[in-house]
């Protein structure tokens, strides 16, 4: 990309929520390079996501001073997009949820014209708070604005066919990366399975935990899982691992200093989810060339293939994943890496920042040049 006059910029005003702040801080300072960007990043009440750099780019955080539900939080927000309303941009970028009041307000204020949605939620499933009311949200939003991005291919796709008269474009998430592992080693000869991230019941943690001890003698002496997550269930989990010594859980929230070591002493990311938008987990293990073990559901299948870069198995069956662990286990070196050169291959054609930026810009320059 080139640098262009900043009088000539088209003048883009970027609204991030705290919980999405891993999704845009990749892009943001890289599209400043060609648009002027006005970047803010809205975070919440007693929020305890960090946000410690922004890649060199500057943006204003605005707290909120109310949880998501407070009626009080209406006014917060229509002081802050009157704000935003006289900056005159040509495109507000939103990368907010905002349930229940935000999208009702912007709508009132800003108006649809020209505004971009990052629709990260597009179809329910169990893991959804409040699903009922959060649907209807979503379908709000959908038939009231006009622009959309989409972060899935099958997403696209359906959402697509369900609102035909919308203006949408596919990105995938960026690779997440969290720094440098430096130099490392396992503890043990051991294959390390890894499954990260907050654990949720549509994550089916539960039937990885029973997968891996369903694992014979011979093969689960050469493997170890390790489960690395906050949890508000962990007695539960707890319970079914037992004191199986194959089995290591760290139930917190990991502090972004010790992810890189995580992942880098992994071989594979198991991801045993029975549904899916998409997966941040998925795109930090690809950030640091781990192969991803997943259930066959589009959100994955779209971004692993089978027996290359990565292997699936059938959504919800145990044994289906158990055969799937010793077949990772028993891969040869040469094997292993073969995959991983594979992967590498995959992600630069798919997933660099460089091929990311340009749908992006793409999408801008058709709306903006309207």
Not at 98 to 126: D, E, R, S, T
Request: aromatic share 14%; with cysteine; net charge neutral.
């Amino acid at each position: 990309m080139l640098e262009i006059d900043k009088n000539t910029k088209k003048k883009i005003v970027w609204l991030t929520a705290d919980y999405f702040i891993d999704v845009d801080i990749p892009i943001v300072p890289k599209l400043a390079i060609k648009y002027d960007i006005r970047w803010y990043i809205i975070k919440s009440k007693n929020s305890n996501i960090e946000i410690s750099t922004l890649d060199g780019a500057k943006a204003e955080i605005i707290q909120l001073p109310y949880s998501s539900k407070n009626p009080m939080l209406i006014f917060t927000y229509y002081k802050m997009l009157r704000i935003i309303k006289k900056i005159q941009a040509d495109l507000i970028y939103v990368d907010i949820v905002g349930f229940p009041f935000f999208h009702p307000i912007l709508l009132q204020i800003i108006g649809p014209k020209n505004v971009i949605h990052a629709a990260h939620n597009v179809l329910p499933y169990n893991g959804w708070p409040n699903k009922k009311a959060f649907s209807t949200y979503i379908r709000y939003v959908f038939n009231n604005f006009n622009n959309f991005h989409l972060f899935s291919k099958h997403l696209l796709n359906y959402f697509d066919l369900k609102y035909n008269n919308k203006k949408t474009f596919y990105a995938p998430l960026s690779l997440k990366n969290y720094g440098d592992p430096g130099i490392h080693s396992n503890e043990d000869d051991r294959v390390e399975f890894l499954f990260f991230g907050n654990v949720k019941l549509n994550k089916r943690l539960d039937l990885l935990i029973n997968a891996f001890k369903a694992l014979p003698t011979e093969v689960k002496s050469r493997a170890m899982l390790v489960i690395a997550g906050q949890c508000d269930n962990q007695e539960y989990y707890r319970q079914l691992i037992s004191n199986d010594e194959h089995i290591k859980a760290d139930f917190r929230r990991i502090p972004d200093i010790e992810i890189p070591l995580l992942f880098a002493r992994s071989k594979f990311l198991v991801l045993p989810y029975e549904n899916v938008a998409q997966s941040g987990p998925h795109m930090i293990a690809y950030n640091y060339e781990v192969p991803v073990i997943a259930t066959d559901i589009q959100g994955f299948s779209e971004r692993v293939i089978d027996n290359e870069t990565g292997f699936l198995f059938e959504v919800n069956n145990s044994k289906k994943l158990t055969e799937v662990l010793i077949k990772a286990v028993m891969l040869t070196e040469q094997d292993y890496s073969e995959m991983k050169e594979k992967l590498c291959e995959q992600i630069k054609s798919d997933f660099k920042t460089e091929v990311i930026l340009d749908k992006y810009e793409s999408f801008f320059d058709s709306i903006l040049d309207n």
